[in-house]
């Protein structure tokens, strides 16, 4: 069983960073997948970043050239840093991780609020 969590939210300011992180529980995390996603109020949750267990990285039109993903296999950790921050960005964060492709299963944070706003 993988159990994440997630940290790092808050209230920034436009053109602001901030740097989400996601501990996960088990010896299995090297070989998952991981994204973060996230959802703001009335709509969908949407894939903003994900890296696979090789450390191959994709993005959502909306925060390429902003936000990076990135993971730490020792610490069992994957981060979102977030530049240059929009009031678009404000939405619910979570992380996830995915091992179906490896015969595993999907797992979801319990999400960390980001507000962008002055």
């Known amino acids: 069983q993988v159990q994440l969590v997630e940290s790092g939210g808050g209230l920034v300011q436009p053109g602001g960073s901030l740097r989400l992180s996601c501990a996960a529980s088990g010896s299995i995390f090297s070989i998952y997948a991981m994204g973060w996603y996230r959802q703001a109020p009335g709509k969908q949750r949407e894939l903003v970043a994900a890296i696979t267990s090789g450390g191959s990285t994709n993005y959502a039109d909306s925060v390429k050239g902003r936000f990076t993903i990135s993971r730490d296999n020792a610490k069992n950790t994957v981060y979102l840093q977030m530049n240059s921050l929009k009031p678009e960005d404000t939405a619910v964060y979570y992380c996830?991780?995915?091992?179906?492709?490896?015969?595993?299963?999907?797992?979801w944070g319990q999400g960390t609020q980001v507000t962008v706003s002055s």
């Open positions: 996830n991780a995915d091992g179906r492709a490896r015969g595993g299963s999907e797992h």
